[in-house]
């Protein structure tokens, strides 16, 4: 069964501190896998897609990387503006399956000044 | 990327009532989606919205309890019928493709329904 697990379910930073979150995935072939934003009473923010292993993505104080079985996203000096859940998804390959999402239940970031 | 907007942003609503939530599209789009969002539970695909068909329910989600439309490219209703408690949540519609790429969504502000 295609599965996303996230941990840690949540995390509590000092400004400054960087860290990592983690997306495990268990699917038949990865087509891409994507991480989102989400603030408290807003909609999913788009942040990356990464389609191969070994790929990199940055953004801002956000770095993604992608391995066979998980993904990483780390968070360098992380500031209170960061704080927020983070939700990966992948989309597996097959027919029908392009543009299905498989959710994780998210990383709920805190990052304290 | 697209800009979606969400009408209505929030409800209460009684026991064995509906509600229609719009999703509008400030550009054309192929893709369009509704999701369910549940506390303590991952994002959900309702169904995909095919523009002029009927729309394309995933397992565990019916027509008879929530109805779509999508007239254009650019606009899509949900309706969630006879409601009960239990479909208090959010409702997300996403949008997918265009110049970012095939397989990328972007959601709108989502519409927080709290059925009593």
């Known amino acids: 069964e295609d599965q996303v697990t996230q941990s840690p379910e949540a995390l509590r930073l000092q400004e400054g501190e960087s860290s990592s979150l983690n997306c495990s995935y268990t699917?038949?072939?990865?087509?891409?896998l994507f991480w989102y934003r989400q603030d408290p009473g807003k909609g999913p923010e788009f942040l990356f897609t990464?389609?191969?292993?070994?790929e990199e993505k940055e953004k801002e104080r956000l770095k993604a990387t992608l391995t066979k079985k998980e993904s990483f996203l780390h968070i360098t000096a992380p500031k209170p503006e960061d704080s927020a859940t983070y939700l990966c998804?992948?989309?597996?390959?097959?027919?029908?399956?392009?543009?299905?999402?498989?959710w994780g239940l998210g990383t709920s970031l805190a990052v304290n000044p | 990327s697209a800009v979606i907007s969400q009408k209505p942003s929030r409800d209460i609503c009684q026991r064995g009532t509906s509600l229609t939530i719009q999703c509008q599209v400030d550009?054309?789009?192929?893709?369009m989606f509704w999701y369910r969002q549940q506390p303590g539970q991952s994002l959900t695909l309702i169904a995909t919205?095919?523009?002029?068909?009927?729309?394309?329910?995933e397992s565990g989600f019916v027509i008879d309890k929530f109805p779509i439309s999508r007239p254009n490219l650019t606009f899509s209703t949900l309706t969630v019928s006879n409601m009960s408690p239990e479909d208090s949540s959010i409702y997300l519609c996403?949008?997918?493709?265009?110049?970012?790429?095939?397989?990328?969504?972007?959601f709108g502000p989502g519409t927080r329904l709290t059925v009593l």
């Open positions: 996403s949008v997918g493709g265009g110049d970012r790429g095939p397989n990328e969504q972007f």
């Open positions: 998804a992948v989309t597996p390959r097959g027919a029908g399956n392009n543009r299905k999402l498989i």
């Open positions: 699917v038949s072939g990865l087509r891409g």
């Open positions: 550009s054309q789009v192929t893709m």
């Open positions: 990464l389609y191969s292993a070994g």
């Open positions: 919205a095919n523009q002029g068909s009927e729309a394309t329910y």
